[in-house]
């Protein structure tokens, strides 16, 4: 066990809706967890070489639990059907905390936007606004009322009525107009949106076609977009400190490359979300695969996630 990682015991798992369930995590030796803030996850070791991030859901002012919620997906690489076999008194691995979706300090008004189980940072941001007393609104968009996790904690709750629920199942009347809730953006308003990516892609369009500025739009993916490798090549990266070159196939990632020769980088997701692999580029133009850059970020082009993203020039010279 790394300085950054620890061991904890699942003290209660709670089904929160169809196909989702909750997982409170305790210290094994019965002592408090390293703090965290709003829009934080941990990375879970699931099972061997099986690592997921999950969003912590729990108040940050708790010290002694950390509690997340894993949908069950149909077409799950493993991991989420791993987690829901799991059972209260296992333990797991987890990494510290770590916050890539921090809520903005400055903001005047927040716009929480989630969709499915996209609301497990979401719910946190709430309740945190809601405790310094902060404007905001919250939309929760679900298939239907049965698939809505946490609905009793956000009734229950004493900003309840500054959340709107919606349902693909419901009538149209309650359904989430996004180009209405976003449109005539406040000034100093941030945006926060997390869930699948189709609903997330379409809140961002949105958002800048009603003028939000790029800089208070923050986002949060589970999982990486679909690319199209048709027309993938071969490439080549080569190592700043040593002039090593090493030859990428067309159906080989970078960091399998690289592993190839011995040159093993930190992965976690392997699909360009967490931005645990991220590698700084010397020279060459990255093509970026990743949902963890910002548009800015990718077209400087001076970093890139080796784990999904390729290269458009022939090499790429990596600060390895």
């Known amino acids: 066990m790394t300085a950054a990682s620890r061991h904890v015991r699942i003290s209660r798992k709670t089904d929160e809706a169809q196909d989702t369930c909750s997982f409170e995590l305790i210290d094994t030796e019965g002592g408090g967890l390293p703090p965290f803030s709003a829009g934080s996850h ?8 099986l690592v997921r991030q999950y969003s912590l859901c ?31 008194g296992q333990e797991l691995r987890i990494s510290e905390p770590k916050n890539h ?16 189980i996209g609301i497990t940072p979401i719910l946190c941001m709430a309740e945190r606004l809601s405790m310094i007393g902060a404007s905001f609104e919250m939309h929760y968009c679900t298939r239907s009322p049965d698939r809505t996790a946490f609905a009793e904690r956000i009734r229950a709750s004493s900003f309840a009525d500054r959340v709107h629920l919606h349902h693909d199942s419901g009538p149209a009347t309650q359904k989430l107009d996004i ?14 949106v997390c869930g699948p990516s189709g609903f997330m892609d379409a809140v961002l369009s949105a958002a800048r076609a009603a003028g939000w500025t790029e800089s208070c739009l923050h986002r949060e993916y589970f999982a990486g977009a679909a690319a199209d490798t048709t027309h993938d ?3 080549e990266v080569q190592l700043a400190s040593t002039g090593a070159v090493i030859r990428v196939a067309a159906d080989q990632t970078v960091v399998a490359a690289l592993a190839a020769v011995g040159v ?3 992965v976690s997701c392997e699909q360009g979300v967490c931005g645990t692999c991220l590698t700084r580029v010397i020279d060459g133009t990255p093509d970026h695969r990743d949902m963890y850059l910002t548009d800015e970020e990718q077209a400087r082009g001076d970093q890139f996630t080796p784990c999904c993203s390729r290269a458009k020039t022939p090499r790429l010279v990596l600060d390895l």
Request: zero cysteines.
């Open 101 to 116: 979706f921090s809520l903005a300090h400055d903001s005047r008004h927040s716009v929480l936007l989630a969709g499915g």
């Open 179 to 192: 180009a209405a809730t976003l449109a005539s953006p406040q000034a100093g308003a941030h945006l926060y």
């Open 58 to 88: 729990n108040d940050p002012r708790e010290t002694h639990r950390y509690l997340i919620a894993v949908l069950r997906e149909p077409a799950s690489r493993g991991g989420s059907v791993a987690m829901h076999a799991m059972q209260e």
């Open 233 to 235: 090549g071969t490439f």
């Open 264 to 266: 093993r980088l930190p």
């Open 42 to 49: 941990i990375d879970v070791h699931v099972a061997e070489g």
